[in-house]
């Protein structure tokens, strides 16, 4: 079973329309509402890949009982922790060339009580657990330690831990040995506070942080693909998209894929470049299903292309 913590979901509605025009009435061609949030995301996505996955996640007020409903219409498995605050709506408007306007709401403040029961709540459920994957941000009240606390009740409880996350938390958390981190090429630059603006330049970024604590690095990289680097060897991976969609959520599968398929490995990095390719051309955050992936497209080599030049660099300023 792959277990998910999502600390700060929410309820997303995305909105298709021509073109975006401030002060406007815009129609919308489409209109979506999905449960929202990284790890739901992940559970969703390893849920569509036949596997067992159960989302822990805090939920409060209706649009938290809108999540925990729209979930289980899905079939996946929830384990909420009920809070005091509201769970958070986002608005996402996507337009036909790709381009993508989002309003992200901050999300509730968890009290010390409400951070240690969900805390709980995922080592009540570690024990069926192979993998715990802990992504997104922290709401107010979980402070950059929290990930940190996590990772270390999940091993002791057995479990590998995979932490899709970015700033203090992701460097905090890095101490405790996570079994792989995945971050996009913007977070690793901010974790190794400098632009990366090659395929070798992310490659020593993720190097870094493996010298930091983390045991292995899933790195993507937008458009170019995503790096493994791991005690078991480096690979990159690639696959041709012909029309990007949407690009929400891209990291989300990649990761659910990674841990579906095991976990470690070339094979692995297969499947994770095969979801987030197969992601990008889906609308808003809608997660892949085995019909909607094409492994034949993903090429994985040990020969890493160290001077490729990113086509979405990561900036860094301090
Ligand atoms: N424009 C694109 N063209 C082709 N593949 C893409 C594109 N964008 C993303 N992908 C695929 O999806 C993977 C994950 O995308 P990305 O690096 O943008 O993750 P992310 O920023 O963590 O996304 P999110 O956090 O929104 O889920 C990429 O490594 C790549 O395999
Ligand atoms: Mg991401």
New binding site residues.
């Given amino acids: 079973m792959i277990l998910t913590v999502t600390p700060n979901p929410s309820l997303d509605r995305t909105y298709e329309v021509p073109a975006l025009m401030r002060g406007e009435v815009l129609r919308a061609t489409c209109d979506r509402m999905d449960p929202g949030g990284?790890g739901v995301?992940v559970s969703r996505a390893v849920a569509a890949a036949g596997h067992r996955t159960l989302a822990v996640l805090p939920l409060g007020g209706a649009p938290g009982a809108l999540v925990a409903e729209l979930l289980g219409a899905e079939g996946i498995e929830v384990a909420p922790v009920p809070v005091t605050g509201q769970t958070r709506s986002n608005i996402a408007v996507a337009e036909p060339d790709?381009t993508l306007t989002k309003i992200n709401a901050t999300g509730p403040e968890l009290t010390a009580a409400e951070s240690e029961a969900l805390l709980t709540a995922v080592r009540a459920h570690s024990a069926d657990a192979s993998w715990i994957a802990c992504c997104g941000s922290l709401p107010r009240g979980l402070g950059p330690q929290w990930y940190a606390a996590l990772a270390a009740r999940a091993h002791e409880a057995g479990a590998r831990i995979a932490l899709?996350t970015s700033g203090p938390s992701l460097l905090a958390a890095l101490r405790e040995r996570p079994d792989v981190v995945?971050?996009?090429?913007?977070?690793l630059a901010e974790a190794v506070e400098r632009p990366l603006k090659t395929v070798g330049q992310a490659l020593r970024a993720a190097e870094e942080l493996r010298g930091r604590g983390a045991r292995a690095v899933l790195?993507?990289?937008?458009?170019?693909?995503?790096l493994l680097v791991a005690d078991s060897g480096t690979y990159f991976?690639?696959?041709?998209?012909e029309a990007?969609r949407s690009?929400?959520?891209?990291?989300?599968?990649?990761?659910a894929g990674f841990l579906a398929a095991g976990g470690e490995g070339p094979g692995a990095l297969a499947a994770?470049?095969a979801?987030?390719?197969a992601?990008?051309q889906l609308p808003g955050?809608v997660m892949p299903t085995p019909d909607d992936l094409d492994p034949a497209g993903v090429t994985v080599t040990a020969d890493i292309p160290l001077d490729r030049v990113l086509?979405?660099p990561a900036e860094y300023a301090r």
């Fill in positions: 990284k995301n790709g899709d995945k971050p996009n090429v913007e977070e790195a993507s990289l937008g458009a170019d693909g995503q991976g690639h696959a041709r998209v990007v690009n929400v959520g891209a990291g989300d599968a990649s990761l994770a470049v979801h987030g390719a992601a990008v955050s086509t979405q």
